[in-house]
């Protein structure tokens, strides 16, 4: 029993790609269903063009890092450190570091400027604001806690990659403004080093466990911050 | 998967074969570009932890896109933020359209947004990560029957936002 017209339409408008064999014999029963198959067709090419939105540049590489943060992947990476002066202000591409972690990055500087680069700004941008629970939540996984003081001054926070694994990315809604921090679980910096990229100044810090990067447009403004950060992001108890 | 490096293999597949599909799928449920590289990244994050779970490869893609339809349900859904980043994320690729290409497309692209979530979900598990009717009725546990109203009418409501904003005549000539 042949498709009427009514039928047939429905169909096309709920799936114009069907293979099903009545329906692609319908499509060529007559001008009429052969002129308004051409028709959803070409509107369903436009759908699919409308809906292939770009992917942004270096998601599918962001996603592979996760896997490297395996117990037995991060245990492997050593820190190779060769020179420099603390207290250094480093241009990009210019760092006078070789480390050996993670093969995408040659460096603690790079990774900086890397993952900036990738969605330090467009965070900065983000409506939601976490509370200081998923504050909370989110460090203890990686076995930190964050003070009161900090917890209700960051306003976003989540899960990033480092060069030795899982790290955590966070925005803290300061008196200045906002400020980006990498928090580094088992990444070793040198302490107080400084560096300038695009528009912003970045200064590494050696915490109690782990280490972190406070990243914003004045570097001069970050010593209460840094001060903070020190006191403030904490092993969780019996993780000392 | 045994070893370390079988289990990073197989991660690896699943982040080069469906990355940038559920990238757009985030992208076009949450309505914004930043959200939608943290849902994906969240998503991967938890199925790495998990995949040991995951024992039927083929099944790969839908199990992907239970875990991110879960987290967005928990992290986003009641508080979806405005949908502002489209223009910003596609205006790069869109330069090789004719101008009235591009006004057709960014029509189309804003009666996407305005399709109620019914509509809209369904819509683009066919489309973007081209699910077939049983798949989406598997997937949103309603009857094949509904899907496929649901999308016809997504569609119908679509042509029906292009005639209206955009283009006056017969909708033949503008599709």
């Known amino acids: ?240 | 998967m045994n070893t370390e490096a079988g289990r990073q293999a197989k991660f690896n597949q699943l982040a080069q074969s469906y990355g940038t599909d559920l990238y757009r799928y985030a992208m076009w449920i949450c309505g914004n570009d930043a959200l939608a590289k943290d849902l994906v990244q969240e998503t991967y994050l938890r199925a790495w932890k998990a995949l040991d779970r995951l024992k039927d490869p083929k099944a790969a893609k839908s199990w992907l896109i239970t875990i991110l339809r879960r987290e967005f349900a928990r992290t986003f859904e009641r508080k979806v933020p405005k949908f502002t980043d489209l223009d910003k994320v596609v205006v790069t690729e869109e330069s090789e359209l004719e101008p009235d290409e591009q006004t057709e497309m960014k029509i189309l692209r804003q009666g996407i947004m305005k399709l109620a979530p019914k509509y809209r979900e369904p819509l683009l598990m066919q489309v973007v990560l081209g699910y077939s009717c049983k798949e989406i009725s598997e997937a949103l546990d309603i009857s094949k029957s509904a899907v496929m109203t649901q999308l016809f009418r997504a569609r119908e409501q679509l042509k029906t936002q292009m005639r209206k904003d955009g283009v006056t005549g017969n909708v033949h000539e503008l599709f």
């Not at chain 1, 998923?134 to 926070?157: K, M």
Request: proline share 6%; charged share 20%.
């Open chain 1, 1 to 240: 029993m042949s498709m009427n017209f009514s039928e047939f339409k429905r169909l096309l408008g709920a799936e114009p790609r069907s293979d099903d064999p009545e329906f692609r014999r319908a499509c060529h029963s007559s001008p009429e269903f052969e002129r308004e198959a051409r028709d959803a067709l070409r509107f369903e090419e436009k759908l699919e063009h409308a809906l292939a939105v770009p992917e942004p540049s270096g998601l599918i590489e962001d996603l592979l890092t996760i896997s490297e943060q395996s117990p037995s992947g991060s245990g492997n990476r050593r820190l190779l450190q060769y020179a420099l002066a603390a207290s250094l202000f480093v241009a990009v591409g210019a760092a006078g570091i070789v480390w050996k972690m993670n093969p995408s990055w040659d460096s603690v500087e790079e990774y900086l400027v890397d993952h900036y680069r990738h969605d330090g700004v467009s965070l900065m941008t983000r409506t939601q604001s976490d509370t200081a629970e998923d504050v909370q939540a989110v460090l203890s996984e990686l076995s930190i806690q964050a003070s009161p003081q900090l917890a209700d001054i960051v306003g976003v926070i989540k899960y990033c990659p480092t060069p030795d694994g899982k790290g955590v990315h966070m925005i803290l809604n300061t008196d200045t403004g906002p400020v980006t921090v990498f928090y580094m679980p088992d990444t070793e910096v040198i302490d107080g080093e400084t560096l300038a990229f695009d528009d912003v100044e970045a200064v590494l810090v050696e915490l109690q466990s782990g280490s972190a990067a406070i990243i914003g447009p004045d570097a001069t403004t970050f010593s209460s911050l840094q001060a903070l950060i020190y006191d403030s992001l904490l092993p969780l108890p019996g993780n000392s």
